[in-house]
């Protein structure tokens, strides 16, 4: 089994930025790649980015430019900084890996964006 905690979510003022972090552990983090999902209010979970353990990524188009996504494999973490934050963006971010045998989520972070 493999849990993922997210933190770093909270308050921020529009314009502003936040860095989100995912720490995986368990007997087992090996994984095909991460990522990051968000969730607004009232919509639907859509995808954010992924990224492999070659440290490939792969954005949605609405997050190039402001949004990035990095690990640091010896701290089992990856993180998405988040720039330029908009009316839109607040919502629960979650943690996503897709492992060999099994796909795992976080229990998610709150984000709120303040104008």
């Known amino acids: 089994q493999v849990e993922l905690v997210e933190s770093g979510g909270g308050l921020v003022q529009a314009g502003g930025s936040l860095r989100l972090s995912c720490v995986a552990s368990?007997?087992?983090?090996?994984?095909?790649?991460m990522g990051w999902y968000h969730q607004a209010p009232g919509s639907q979970r859509e995808w954010i980015a992924t990224?492999?353990?070659?440290?490939?990524?792969n954005y949605a188009e609405f997050a190039k430019g402001r949004f990035t996504i990095s690990m640091n494999s010896a701290k089992n973490t990856m993180y998405l900084q988040m720039n330029n934050l908009k009316s839109g963006d607040p919502g629960t971010y979650y943690c996503?890996?897709?492992?060999?045998?099994?796909?795992?989520w976080g229990r998610g972070t709150q984000i709120t964006v303040s104008s």
């Open positions: 368990g007997n087992a983090v090996r994984f095909k790649f």
């Open positions: 990224i492999t353990g070659a440290g490939y990524t």
């Open positions: 996503y890996s897709e492992g060999w045998i099994a796909a795992y």
